[in-house]
């Protein structure tokens, strides 16, 4: 069965402190990796697409990258308003699904 | 550019009771999605449609229906509500295959 699993759960970090999020995928044919940001209230929010194996992308702070197994989304000295949950997806191109991992909560102290 | 937008935004429903939520995009999208959020369980996909006039079942399809009789219009029904069905409920639509989704800000539902 196809699957997106996300770690850790919940991330707390002091501002100006580096970290990952990670996402393992097991999703055969898969048309697109996914991150995006959603705050409490809101719905996700689009970050980045990523299709190959080796791939990235960066956004001020947040570099996404991509292997055959899993995606990173690396947060360099991070500010309080990163403070989000970050999803991670996967496209599927047998049915055009898009399955998504459970997120994790990400809190950065001042 | 309103981009996604769900209507109504709130609402409370009584066991039995039915209800349709409405979703509505302007950006000329052929993909679009109906999922479903709760704690714990993250976005799980009810279902979605490929273009007008089509619908396929998703993870979580049970209780609902839907229809896209119009392109930038997406419907999920609730023909007799349940408390299991309390959650909150996201739309999105994509160009196609390979492009990235965009979300509505959701619709939480209650049913008591």
């Known amino acids: 069965e196809d699957q997106v699993t996300q770690s850790p759960e919940a991330l707390r970090l002091q501002e100006g402190e580096s970290s990952s999020l990670n996402c393992s995928y097991t999703v055969s044919g898969l048309r697109g990796l996914f991150w995006y940001r959603q705050d409490p209230g809101k719905g996700p929010e689009f970050l980045f697409t990523?299709?190959?194996a080796g791939e990235e992308k960066e956004k001020e702070r947040l570099k996404a990258t991509l292997t055959k197994k899993e995606s990173f989304l690396h947060i360099t000295a991070p500010k309080p308003e990163d403070s989000a949950t970050y999803l991670c997806a996967a496209g599927r191109n047998r049915d055009d699904k898009i399955i998504f991992g459970k997120g994790t909560r990400l809190h950065i102290l001042p | 550019n309103a981009g996604v937008t769900q209507t109504p935004k709130f609402r409370v429903l009584k066991t039995g009771q039915s209800m349709t939520l409405l979703c509505a995009q302007d950006m000329n999208h052929e993909y679009m999605y109906w999922y479903r959020q709760d704690p714990g369980m993250g976005l799980r996909l009810i279902h979605y449609?490929?273009?007008?006039?089509?619908?396929a079942k998703g993870e979580v399809p049970d209780g609902y229906n839907v229809s896209r009789l119009k392109k930038q219009n997406f419907l999920l029904g609730l023909e007799s509500a349940a408390p299991s069905q309390t959650s909150v409920y996201f739309c999105?639509?994509?160009?196609?295959?390979?492009?990235?989704?965009?979300f509505g800000q959701g619709t939480r539902l209650t049913v008591v």
């Open positions: 999105a639509s994509r160009t196609g295959q390979n492009t990235e989704a965009f």
């Open positions: 449609s490929v273009g007008e006039g089509t619908t």
């Open positions: 990523l299709y190959s």
